[in-house]
């Protein structure tokens, strides 16, 4: 039995982190950690968990929580997971956090593009990007997993085969991307009323969004040097999915076979990244409420171009299911267990 | 390993079926019954399936079927299944419709409703309506089940508990039901275009929709005597889910207390049939995902009445789910088997 | 040119109201009254009006305001307008309240549903109920319209003519309401969350909301009697729309005929209420963006009962297009004076 | 008074023309074309003009219809206008097409896109292309009048400027553009289902999309040279409304002074196309229900790149609201005549 702890219950992916590992037998929740309904309980907060869990919401205390539990996830806002961890803790737990606080390397990239100070530069260098697909072996062994941004794990895993095999100029990589609303968090703000989300569509953070060097530094690695991409996130009036639509240059003619063959190099062994038939686009509702990567690509020879395309759940694959891939991977179970559900559809 | 074929797999319930199926490991599926695909492969149809599945779409052949698996669902129009079973079929394997046919044991009442012939009407008396909640026992003994339709399982769980304790006046009784679209099928027709059903609401069937003769059916075996009611079911701009309100005067004066219990009589062993607590009203989003049920009422002293509510899934408690309910019960499963899932929150 | 000011503009209602009124030519908006924003140019809180109007936001300042102005709309919470008005600034300007502060006589009902002490209970007497299809005479000669509630306004208009000629039993009456989320206001609140109401249905103020006594009231007089309803409004994943379903027993057997007489009766020469055809159900699309009420009924012999329903926009007839519809009477201009927007599909 | 005729007004964009000419004094629907609904009432297929038009469904005749009114406006398939117009009908009416089919100046370009044999390819280069801000005159001179595409009316406003004025390497230009679903037609297809589309976001036509040679086309005129562009839309979950999101390198260093004046140059004096101020992104639900194209830009200092948006309601400024302001043009009436709707929020 892994005991858990959850720090930031009460967000969207706390509640998603909540609900996947409720329905596992080999998991148990010994701490909602909410800072803002400390006291009341968690099904009271979430109705959907009602009679499923009689767990009540506690106060973010990681020094306590980490005698108790074998894992902390933390969901929490930026800052806050670099402001609570430090060297004793994780010599005697694991940590996965949700947060960027521990996603990029270099500790300037990170305090520029967040406007934060960061609290435990020290532990960034020890940190694993969780990201299995290319990180599987470090997760295994990590004290640590920065878990990936939901924009970063939809481009990275629609761009990535191309930028390994050489068959797009990077110079020339845009990443436009849509979301779900459940990405902007349960937070209560004007921009996330219904009314003024439903019925709209719109660009956001344009040339600002902080996955920007995210993205940036893990293709930079793949392509052996510097990366910048133009990302541009847009908000979709709807509930959960991210789709990613990139475009790149092609380094030179290149049939299908072959890009179908970058694809499969990556992902043939890859439960959760599938590769579509030809010309068939990734949808957002063929992967909603699953923690399935659906991507393909489309060849544009009038253009020279190639477009990419990738679509994710936000808040599993994008959030707490990918958190729970890496933890199976860190406590050597089955990569998949507990995370077997199939798209729900309609 | 419990064998099935699913005539009728290519609709939404039938996806539904195979989509709760596919995530067992006790069930295999033999057969995907569907006339208008034959031959495609079924992750064709319901991409979400891709490379979950390498069934392919086959002809509607129950003499066939019969000999190759343990359990048949029907999940075709009305008429279909009646027209297909037999005395000989019903020897060899276990059938759960999903169609009306069997669920109305006055055939008359069924013909005028229904405007059809039924084809099998010497079966109907023996056919079990397969609502566990009141009918476990007949269920496990069953070799056909009626599973019941979608507005009548949440009409009848929200409102049962108040007819079986007399508490109110069946003369009275009125539903008012809201349901998002998939109960409208997949098949292709102009009212449910995604802008003729979006940023609207409207009632349909008033006074005529066939599922009012099987509601006071069954409230008519509780009550022991015929009901009638005035159902109207309303359309709703949303995927999945029922919501009824129900109004009846009360036959006395009760506490809140005394209602409370008339629930808690009915369901307190039920787990997928949740009484939430006072003044929490129902809602499609807290059951989306799930085979829940949730249920509550108010007393309202100023006009005497009581206002039942309850919110499922139609897709689940409402069809698929409820339907696999029943296979694990006249299996001699675990009710639960495949059906813990969480309800999907946002 | 009819000089106006509109305290609270900044909320939906005031919005609609600023919207409606910049497309005529006869009027001319002074004060775009809103504590919240005051100084910040009103088109960067409604882009929509983007260099349509160059009005700055203003504070609430009723007195200098009437000094100012022709008439005054406040579109303010519920207290607010009571607390400004008094008999001064009623010689002087003409008040649209379109809050609940003068739409109930009895000042005890008032205070009671709405747990505030009414500030000006001594106006109560004096306004209007400013429903123009009953009290259209009234109006033309008001110092002080009390602007009917969304609810009130699709409730009344579904049920009045009914009442008036006697032939529903008003004990027995029921309405089922169902509303867009803009009827819950700009206002930030969790509840008010895409993903909180984006895939839901759910009952609110189940026997508490306090519309209620407003259409108690208003049917009272048109029954000559007290009249009590239950009355359940829902909250359904739209902008805009409220549809009602209200069910009655009839008090004797009566022809369609009979009841299409009734209602064209009370709407012949209405041009904002159109009676739809036999068996054509109501719809809030068909009435969206304009300031029409779509009504029609259903006899159900089996239950003899009736079934009534209603559509409007709740933004327009339920709020801004009713207060503009009586400016139009106070001022003596034709009715349709700025309202013949066609409603918007899809 | 204007009389009008319109082939194809049961379509989604043939009701919005209705919808916006029922509106007008001057004007007068003397034809409502629809081969589908002959001799139905035209308001029980658009119940929103219900009692607003006596009108009923004819067929397309268009002999006959060039002898009874002044303009016909044609919202019909791609191929029908072709087939119908000729000389004899030319000299005797004014011609404004909503289909693609005189868009294209190059017949062969034409028909290797839309797969079809252009029907009258010798009145394509009298045909003017309908874009006010750039056609005015030729517009008023106009015989026939080809409108321009939804995609390619929102793709040319947002990025005219930036080629007129040499900022942009059209080599580089890439157009990522996001629909509501009513640009799919109110045709019946499985692929518009609301549950198909609600809770979804893929992108469809893939470097294949036949609005791309109409925005490449015009983009020619504009650099005097020919442009090749990446094109891609995508079906959003909304009604109404287009987003487009372009990206370019910027062919020299500018400053945000510069990059306005030039969208200033050519909007300055365009009341239907709104510049937004600094930062601002456009966003769908600021122009639905009205004719305004809302335009932005960012420059992105790490890319060398500008990011273009745009948005309009593709019912209106991209389909029907376009037509009437050439309509308008053409009799020589003030182009914003019976266009001068606010976009309705929320």
């Not at 179970?333 to 507990?338: A, H, K, R, S, V």
């Amino acid at each position: 039995m892994i005991k858990v702890g959850i720090i930031g219950s009460t967000g969207y992916a706390g509640g998603e982190l909540a609900r996947l590992l409720l329905q596992r037998e080999d998991t148990e929740i010994l701490w909602y950690g909410s800072k803002s309904y400390i006291d009341q309980s968690y099904s009271s907060i979430y109705p959907n968990m009602y009679k499923l869990t009689d767990g009540k919401c506690m106060d973010d205390n990681m020094k306590e929580l980490a005698e108790k539990v074998d894992v902390i996830f933390t969901a929490t806002p930026q800052g806050l997971c670099a402001s609570m961890v430090d060297e004793d803790i994780l010599s005697r737990v694991r940590i996965i956090d949700l947060s960027a606080d521990f996603r990029i390397k270099d500790v300037s990239v990170y305090e520029q593009w967040y406007k934060l100070k960061h609290g435990a530069s020290q532990l960034i260098e020890e940190a694993v990007y969780g990201m299995p697909e290319i990180n599987r072996e470090k997760v295994k062994r990590a004290r640590m997993v920065a878990n990936p941004g939901c924009f970063p794990t939809c481009s990275f895993l629609s761009v990535y085969p191309l930028v390994k095999a050489g068959l797009i100029d990077t110079d020339t990589l845009i990443i436009d991307a849509k979301s779900g609303v459940s990405g902007a968090g349960r937070g209560v703000k004007a921009d996330s009323l219904y009314c003024e989300v439903n019925e709209n569509i719109k660009a956001y953070g344009v040339a600002t969004h902080r996955h920007t060097p995210e993205i940036e530094e893990q293709l930079g690695y793949v392509a052996g040097k510097p990366v910048t991409v133009s990302f541009t996130p847009h908000l979709v009036p709807m509930n959960r999915g991210i789709l990613v639509t990139g475009y790149a240059s092609l380094t030179r003619e290149v049939t299908y076979g072959e890009v179908k063959a970058a694809y499969e190099a990556c992902y043939r062994d890859e439960y959760f990244v599938r590769v579509l038939e030809k010309d068939v686009a990734p949808q957002t509702r063929w992967v909603e409420g699953s923690n399935f990567a659906d991507v393909n690509f489309k060849i544009d020879p009038r253009t020279r171009r190639i477009v990419m395309m990738g679509a994710i759940d936000n808040m599993i694959k994008g959030a707490a299911g990918q958190a729970i891939q890496n933890m199976n991977i860190m406590f050597g179970l089955p990569e998949q267990t507990g995370l077997k559900q199939i798209p729900v559809f309609p």
